[in-house]
């Protein structure tokens, strides 16, 4: 009886063991807890992600009707002017100059900062919804990082 023999009748004895110790169950069950976490998470990402699709979807929808609201401020605005031009009109040629340069730069700044007042509040509003929404579902560290490319695109294309 040489070394190779009882090298087999020890891994022999080893399989043995292990087989009655049932180390394949516990193997494959772990391994299927593993895959049953790991099924969850993708779930879960999943989710997370339509819900931000959605949420995407809402504040676009917002900023379109902000965009709204600002062109129609925007035409408003344009037709104080005009009834202030034909009031100028009838008074006199002089005071019409004067006046409807004057009426056209008011007009342009209130126009600017109609659009500037109506897009800070929309981003405002939006960026504060998403900061709420998402500090309930997610992570500190997830929120923060899609906060902030959130924020990001939304002052992309508000610019």
Do not use: C, H
């Amino acid at each position: 009886m040489d070394a190779t023999f009882w090298a087999l009748v020890a891994l022999v004895i080893f399989i043995g063991i292990a087989f009655y110790m049932k180390v394949p169950g516990m193997l494959g069950k772990s391994l299927d807890n593993r895959a049953e976490r790991i099924r969850n998470e993708l779930d879960e990402a999943r989710r997370l992600r339509e819900e931000a699709q959605q949420l995407l979807a809402e504040y676009q929808r917002k900023r379109k009707e902000a965009e709204k609201e600002a062109a129609d401020i925007l035409d408003a605005a344009k037709r104080e002017a005009s009834q202030l031009v034909s009031e100028a009109q009838k008074k006199s040629e002089d005071y019409v100059t004067r006046r409807t340069a004057l009426a056209e730069q008011k007009i342009g700044q209130a126009e600017r900062d109609a659009v500037q007042e109506v897009r800070a509040s929309a981003v405002d509003i939006a960026v504060e919804a998403a900061r709420v929404l998402l500090a309930r579902k997610v992570d500190s560290a997830t929120g923060a990082k899609l906060f902030d490319t959130s924020l990001r695109d939304m002052k992309s294309k508000l610019n």
